[in-house]
């Protein structure tokens, strides 16, 4: 057993806006230099849809990922022989126009423009070619389902279901996607690049690409199945998000987990297995991969973890943070948050709690009624469980019990008010904390459906508090990095970062 910290996220699918909040200060700060136009570290994406850059999804196009052969996980995009073979020609990337072609507008000419008889005019420029261009596509081209009914047909997801059918009117749905690197456990792109440039960082698990080892062979972009790894067009050196470490390393979370106005994200530490890796990540069935993961992560307040753990190299602050980490509640404890795309096999560290959906006629106020929900279940499993409908059910049948009961609770305080509207003796206590227990109870139904779902009280307010009003500090736990136990500090003092150029 050798057990290694492993910063992760988990994303609220429930409390999405939508509002590329998270999007805008990522691409201010990482990817404005010339080259990295097209680049988005972090999208929003509408689904149904096909996403960016086009039918991400479809492994059968960009062959991403692993794939199981005589019990052995190997490269979907090939082994070292095939990779050698076409080092000077990959044909397995998505184009440019798969992601889209970055725009510009002339705004000087507005006002420099001669006289003339029509009001003057600019059009977009392509900013690699400088042409005059027509916009086709871009990174959420399909936003709040913009031409759905037409790209939605092409969803992955809807396999084993009638796409066409869902897309009408009546029974159309839609939620929203954020992306960022997963930064996985068993990452394909650090595995396929042949001049070593992408790597795993020992201290936090962190995957980032080395610009000066980097090649451009772009074996990364199609080993990636989450296509989070770009070209610098200019520069010809891979780019990838960085899980914003700088910020990391002095205790703060990421541009995009801080800047979201739905509070959507959160940050923190687990402590894994590594010598589990390559078990859970050749487990027999796809559906078999979340549950091998699950096998990997280790219990932070197990004395014996903590004591192997320190043993093995992880900082003291690492095993506080791991022990306060909302992740391990939230995947571990809870199950109430899946990963993206399991079956890829890559063991992702992006874990997303999955959308209760607008109710319809009728509500649904129970495990027994997902059926009816307006996103259908099956979409969901194929999204976040490999198509295997169990972990949904389950993760939303404890969300939906945690409500019931937490509105039930909210009933009952209320009902506790005298005839003068004051509140009585000790009521503001639920209020105040909501760690601690009620003065008014729920109803005994709604106890009984939480136990019914594996729920105590208690951990159904320790839920809603995460969920809907967790402060600052209980979002995003990062503990501060000593890199000089890590590096050598001393070799890394002046060697370059992000030039025009590499030689």
């Known amino acids: 057993m050798k057990i290694k910290a492993q910063m992760a996220m988990v994303m609220n699918l429930d409390k999405c806006l939508a509002c590329h909040t998270c ?3 990522c691409k201010n700060a990482w990817t404005t230099p010339a080259g990295a136009e097209y680049i988005w570290f972090n999208n929003v994406e509408t689904k149904p849809g096909i996403g960016y850059p086009k039918r991400w999804e479809d492994q059968k ?3 991403g990922g692993w794939k199981l052969e005589e019990g052995e996980p190997k490269l979907r995009s090939g082994g070292k022989i095939d990779r050698f073979l076409k080092i000077f020609g990959n044909p397995i990337l998505p184009s440019i126009e798969d992601y889209y072609e970055p725009w510009n507008y002339n705004y000087k000419y507005l006002t420099d423009a001669p006289a003339q008889k029509r009001q003057p005019a600019v059009g977009p420029r392509s900013a690699i ?9 871009g990174p959420n081209w399909e936003d709040d389902l913009a031409g759905a009914n037409v790209t939605g047909l092409e969803d992955v997801n809807f396999r084993e279901m009638q796409a066409k059918a869902w897309l009408q009117f009546k029974t159309v749905f839609m939620f929203h996607l954020p992306r960022i690197c997963e930064h996985c456990l068993h990452p394909a792109c650090v595995a396929s690049c042949p001049s070593g440039a992408l790597y795993k960082r020992e201290e936090d698990g962190i995957v980032l690409a080395d610009q000066t080892r980097c090649r451009s062979w772009r074996m990364c972009m199609s080993a990636c199945p989450y296509k989070k790894v770009y070209l610098n067009w200019k520069t010809h050196r891979s780019e990838k998000c960085i899980f914003c470490y700088p910020r990391i390393e002095a205790g703060h979370p990421t541009l995009c987990a801080q800047t979201c106005p739905g509070r959507i994200r959160y940050v923190g530490l687990m402590l894994y297995d590594a ?5 859970a990540a050749s487990a027999p069935s796809a559906m078999d991969v979340y549950d091998s993961q699950l096998s990997v992560f280790m219990n932070p307040h197990d004395p014996d973890v903590l004591a192997k753990a320190s043993e093995d190299g992880v900082p003291d602050q690492f095993l506080e943070a791991a022990k306060k980490s909302p992740i391990y509640k939230l995947v571990s404890e809870w199950k109430v948050a899946l990963p993206l795309h399991p079956e890829f096999r890559t063991l992702p560290m992006v874990w997303y709690v999955p959308p209760l959906s607008p109710l319809v006629s009728g509500g649904v106020t129970s495990g027994d009624q997902l059926d009816n929900m307006r996103i259908p279940v ?8 490999a198509g295997d409908e169990k972990p949904v059910r389950a993760a939303l049948s404890r969300l939906l019990a945690m409500r019931a009961f937490m509105r039930s609770q909210r009933f009952a305080e209320n ?7 004051t509140k009585s003796a000790g009521q503001d206590d639920f209020a105040a904390d909501l760690w601690g227990s009620p003065s008014a109870p729920a109803s005994d ?4 459906a939480l136990e019914t779902v594996g729920l105590s009280p208690e951990t159904a307010r320790a839920m809603y508090r995460m969920l809907a009003i967790a402060r600052f500090d209980e979002r995003f736990v990062v503990p501060s990095s000593r890199r000089e136990f890590a590096d050598n500090v001393d070799k890394l003092k002046g060697e370059i970062g992000y030039p025009e150029a590499l030689s």
């Open 23 to 25: 999007s805008i200060p």
């Open 61 to 63: 196009i960009w062959r």
């Open 129 to 137: 070619t400088g042409e005059h261009m027509k916009v086709e596509w």
């Open 275 to 279: 010598d589990k890796v390559k078990e």
């Open 378 to 385: 099956k979409y969901l499993a194929n999204l976040l469980a």
């Open 415 to 421: 009902a506790a008010l005298d005839e003068t509207g």
């Open 445 to 448: 139904a709604d106890i009984a």
